[in-house]
């Protein structure tokens, strides 16, 4: 059964930290994705890594930076959390093949207080 | 950027009705994508369309793909209770290199079917 396992479902954090969430795949494939999901606004884009070590920005990259030391780990940053970036996390994974299917996490619902 | 639109946003109706769900861009894609988002879980798949006019059905479910590969729609017959979730489409650009695998998405639409 192929999983994508995020480190935690809920955390809550104070404004200024820095913030890490983990992703982990073991499917060996080559995407992993991360998004952030807020109401009436879908998954929204935020890093995407096609290799180790490499990353391509998506659609909201302000405030995040991401790191992909080994294949199956996909990690996020927030380097100074603020309010505005409370929200539901989602990672996921896929080959990098045409029309391959995403295999999602259960997310991570981040509280910034 | 591709402009992705999704609608309608928000859908309420009875067990028992037809929906119709569409996704229109003014992009070309190689492909395009259905999810299912059920609460407190991440999207799963239902389907991926290739063939501009291409027709899938997954029971009750019909997923069209646009002859020019612009647009998608997805059609519920005799909806659910368990139908309910949030309906994404994810289209794939026919760009090669880097953006190959990168997979956006449209707004959703949240689907209610009442008992």
């Known amino acids: 059964d192929v999983k994508v396992t995020q480190s935690s479902r809920y955390l809550v954090k104070r404004t200024g930290e820095k913030v890490f969430l983990e992703c982990v795949q073991d499917?060996?494939?080559?995407?992993m994705f991360w998004y952030r999901q807020d109401p009436g606004l879908g998954l929204r884009l935020i890093y995407f890594?096609?290799?180790?070590?490499?990353?391509e920005k998506g659609d909201i990259p302000e405030g995040y930076s991401v790191s992909r030391e080994k294949k199956e780990r996909f990690s996020l940053i927030l380097e100074s959390a603020s309010t505005n970036q409370t929200s539901m996390y989602l990672c996921?994974?896929?080959?990098?093949?045409?029309?391959?299917?995403?295999?999602f996490g259960q997310g991570t619902r981040l509280t910034v207080v | 950027t591709q402009l992705l639109e999704q609608s309608p946003q928000f859908l309420s109706i009875q067990e028992g009705e037809n929906l119709t769900v569409y996704c229109n861009s003014s992009?070309?894609?190689?492909?395009l994508q259905w999810y299912r988002q059920e609460p407190g879980e991440g999207p799963v798949l239902l389907v991926t369309?290739?063939?501009?006019?291409e027709v899938k059905k997954l029971k009750r479910l019909t997923f069209q793909f646009g002859d020019a590969r612009k647009d998608s729609s997805l059609h519920i017959t005799a909806a659910q209770p368990g139908d309910t979730g949030l309906y994404l489409c994810?289209?794939?650009?026919?760009?090669?290199?880097?953006?190959?695998?990168?997979?956006?998405f449209g707004q959703g639409t949240i689907l209610t079917v009442h008992p």
């Open positions: 996921a994974s896929s080959p990098n093949a045409p029309g391959s299917e995403a295999f």
């Open positions: 992009s070309v894609f190689s492909s």
């Open positions: 369309v290739v063939t501009g006019g």
């Open positions: 499917m060996d494939h080559e995407n």
């Open positions: 994810a289209p794939q650009s026919i760009a090669g290199g880097t953006s190959y695998g990168k997979l956006t």
């Open positions: 890594s096609y290799d180790v070590k490499m990353k």
